[in-house]
C-alpha cells in the first residue's frame, strides 16, 4: 500500500500532486509496468521475450488492436529492472461515482461537471519473471464514442480509487495483484470502456508494429 501524501497535479509546471490531461485519439505511452492479457480467442502466438537466466519468459501476446469485454484478459510484454516477460492485464469492472468525489484531490475548475469512474484492473505475471514492487501503466477511459476521456494520474492515497502496486511476491507465475485507474467523463457523457497501449515495450515483441493500436475492453 501507498502512504498517503498530498495529491497534486502534474501537467502543471508546479508541485501540485496531480496530472489531468484532456482527451485524445492517440495512444499514450506506458510507464514502467504493464497491462492486460486477452482471451484465448484474441491472443495472438508470438516467440518469447528475453528473461533472466533461469526464467521462462513465453507467452502468446494479445494483439494489438484486439477489442475486449469486460473481463476479458490481455497478455503484454513488459520489462521492469532490466527484466522482461509478459504480465496480464484484465479490467474487471468500471463503476461510476459522483463528482462530489474529487472533492479531496483540489482539482478545482478543471474538473467542473466530470463524473469520475473507477476502472478496476487485475494485473498477473504470466512468465514468472521478478516484478517485485512494479506499477500498473498508464490506461484511459473510453467514452461511448470510443474517444479518450479526461485522466486523472493520482501520486499518493486516493481512497474512492487507489493506485496499488506489486508487492515483493509479484515474482513467480500466476502472481497478481490489482489496482484501480481513475477517469472522468465530461457532463452528458460516461465512460463505457478502457485503453492500454505497450507502445513502450515494441522492442519486446516479436511483431516490429507492436504498440501501434490499443487493446481496448468496452462494458
Known amino acids: 500500500m501507498r502512504t498517503a501524501m498530498p495529491v497534486a497535479l502534474a501537467v502543471s ?13 492517440e495512444d499514450t505511452p506506458a510507464p514502467p509496468i504493464a497491462p492486460p492479457p486477452a482471451s484465448s480467442a484474441a491472443a495472438a502466438p508470438s516467440s518469447s521475450a528475453a528473461a533472466p537466466a533461469g526464467e521462462s519468459a513465453s507467452a502468446e501476446y494479445t494483439k494489438q488492436g ?23 492485464v484484465t479490467v474487471t469492472g468500471i463503476d461510476k461515482g459522483v463528482e462530489a ?16 469512474y473507477y476502472i478496476q ?31 486523472v494520474t493520482v501520486i499518493g492515497k486516493f481512497e474512492k480509487c487507489d493506485s496499488e502496486n506489486a508487492d515483493k511476491t509479484f515474482t513467480t507465475k500466476g502472481a497478481s495483484f ?17 485503453s492500454y497501449s505497450a507502445s513502450t515495450y515494441r522492442d519486446l515483441a516479436p511483431e516490429t508494429d507492436y504498440g501501434k493500436e490499443a487493446v481496448t475492453w468496452q462494458s
Open 13 to 25: 509546471a508546479t508541485a501540485m500532486a496531480f496530472a489531468l490531461s484532456g482527451c485524445s485519439s
Open 66 to 88: 484486439t477489442k475486449l469485454k469486460i473481463g476479458e484478459k490481455a497478455v503484454v510484454p513488459f520489462k521492469s529492472k532490466n527484466n522482461t516477460g509478459a504480465v496480464g
Open 101 to 116: 468525489d474529487l472533492a479531496p484531490l483540489k482539482l478545482g475548475d478543471r474538473a467542473k461537471g466530470m463524473t469520475p
Open 121 to 151: 484492473v487485475k494485473v498477473t505475471n504470466e512468465t514468472g519473471t521478478d516484478f517485485a514492487y512494479a506499477s500498473l501503466g498508464l490506461m484511459n477511459g473510453l467514452l461511448a464514442d470510443g474517444t479518450k476521456g479526461p485522466h
Open 178 to 194: 490489482t489496482s484501480c485507474v481513475l477517469a472522468l467523463a465530461p457532463a452528458g457523457a460516461e465512460v463505457k470502456g478502457a
